[in-house]
C-alpha cells in the first residue's frame, strides 16, 4: 500500500513539474527593421518615407508577433524658397491616422491602411521567414492566400521585406512569448528652414522609433532607433540634395554618427540609445514616462552613467506605447 501511495504521489509531483514547465513563457528575440528614403521629393516638395516594423521571433525562426507602420513626412516649399509647411505640427504615422489616412473608399475591401497592415501582421505570426519568403503572389505582386486577401489587397513587398528584415536583425533582449509587442514613433519637421540668399533650405524630418515589449505594464525589451532624413533647395524651390540614397538611420551608422567625440561619458548615440533601453528594461510604463527630466535631459544617476543626451522623444514613445 506505501509503494502505491509512494507511486501516487511521484506521479502528482512530475504531472505538476511538466505544469510549471509548460506555463514557463519561452524566450524570444525582438527585432526593429528601419527603411527611409527619399525617392519620393520632387522641386517644391520633400517627402521622406519611414517603413517601420517590429517583431518577436523564437529560436526556431517562428514569428511570435508582428507591427507594421509607415510614416510620410512632407515639407513643401515654394518658388522663393519659402516654407509652406507648418513645421511646428509633429508627423502622424498611417497607423495614427487611421481613417484618417483616406485609404478606405479607394480599396476594393473597404479596409483602411493601417488594417491591412495590421491583417498582414497577423498573417505572418505561426510562420517563419522562409514560409513567408515563398508565399504565394499574383503578377501585381498581391497574395493569392484566399484568407489574406480577404483582409489585406495591398502589395506583399509593401509590408514583407520589413518583416523579413526585422527577423534577421532580431536579438535576446529580455522578450518572452505572449509579450505584447509595441511600435512607435514620433517625428518632427521643426528643424526645418526657408532658404535665404547665400544659404540653401532644408526639410528636415526627425523621427525617433521604438519597438517595444510588454508583460502587462512592465516593458520587457525595447530597441529604440532614429533617423534625420535632410532635403535640401534653393531660393528658386529647386532641390539640391541626392534623393536617390537611402538615408541611414543612427544605429546604422553607429561611430559614423560622430557623436563620441563631443559625449562626457565617450559614448555614441547607438550606445546611449541602449543605454537607455537597459534602463527601461525591467520598470513599467508609468515609471519612465513619470521620470523627472531636466530641460529633456535625465537626472538619474544610474542613467547618466549610460545616457547623457536628451530623453524627450524617447519618453514620448513610451507614453504612445501605453495608448
Known amino acids: 500500500m506505501r509503494k502505491v501511495i509512494s507511486l501516487v504521489l ?4 512530475c504531472l505538476g513539474c511538466v505544469s510549471v514547465m509548460a506555463d514557463e513563457a519561452v524566450n524570444v528575440k525582438t527585432g526593429l527593421s528601419y527603411v527611409i528614403d527619399l525617392s519620393s521629393s520632387k522641386d517644391g516638395k520633400a517627402q521622406a518615407n519611414f517603413v517601420l516594423t517590429a517583431v518577436t521571433v523564437d529560436d526556431n525562426g517562428v514569428i511570435d508577433a508582428v507591427a507594421i507602420d509607415y510614416v510620410q513626412a512632407k515639407v513643401s516649399f515654394d518658388e522663393t524658397g519659402k516654407l509652406t509647411t507648418d513645421k511646428s505640427v509633429a508627423v502622424q504615422s498611417k497607423n495614427e491616422l487611421g481613417d484618417g489616412y483616406g485609404m478606405r473608399p479607394a480599396s476594393s475591401i473597404s479596409a483602411e491602411w493601417n488594417e491591412q497592415a495590421a491583417a498582414f501582421a497577423a498573417y505572418c505570426v505561426g510562420k517563419t521567414a522562409e514560409e513567408l519568403t515563398n508565399m504565394g503572389v499574383d503578377e501585381n505582386g498581391k497574395a493569392t492566400d484566399a484568407d489574406l486577401i480577404a483582409s489585406c489587397t495591398l502589395a506583399v513587398n509593401e509590408f514583407l ?28 519637421l521643426a528643424k526645418s528652414k526657408d532658404a535665404a540668399e547665400g544659404a540653401e533650405g532644408q526639410a528636415h524630418a526627425y523621427n525617433h522609433v521604438a519597438a517595444i515589449t510588454l508583460n502587462g505594464e512592465t516593458i520587457t525589451s525595447c530597441i529604440i532607433d532614429a533617423a534625420q532624413a535632410v532635403v535640401k533647395f534653393d531660393a528658386t524651390g529647386k532641390i539640391t540634395s541626392d ?7 543612427k544605429n546604422v551608422l553607429k561611430e559614423g554618427y560622430g557623436m563620441k567625440a563631443i559625449s562626457p561619458i565617450g559614448k555614441e548615440w ?33 542613467l547618466v552613467a549610460t545616457c547623457t ?9 513610451f507614453a504612445k506605447a501605453a495608448n
Open 10 to 13: 511521484a506521479l502528482v509531483l
Open 161 to 188: 521585406p520589413g518583416v523579413l528584415d526585422a527577423v534577421a536583425k532580431a536579438e535576446h533582449i529580455g522578450a518572452k512569448k505572449g509579450d505584447v509587442l509595441k511600435l512607435t514613433q514620433v517625428t518632427s
Open 243 to 249: 534623393i536617390a540614397t537611402p538615408v541611414q538611420s
Open 270 to 302: 547607438y550606445e546611449q540609445a541602449a543605454g537607455f533601453c537597459a534602463y527601461a528594461t525591467g520598470k513599467t510604463l508609468a515609471e519612465i514616462t513619470g521620470m523627472e527630466l531636466d530641460g529633456g535631459y535625465a537626472t538619474g544617476t544610474d
Open 309 to 317: 543626451i536628451s530623453v524627450t522623444e524617447m519618453v514620448e514613445l
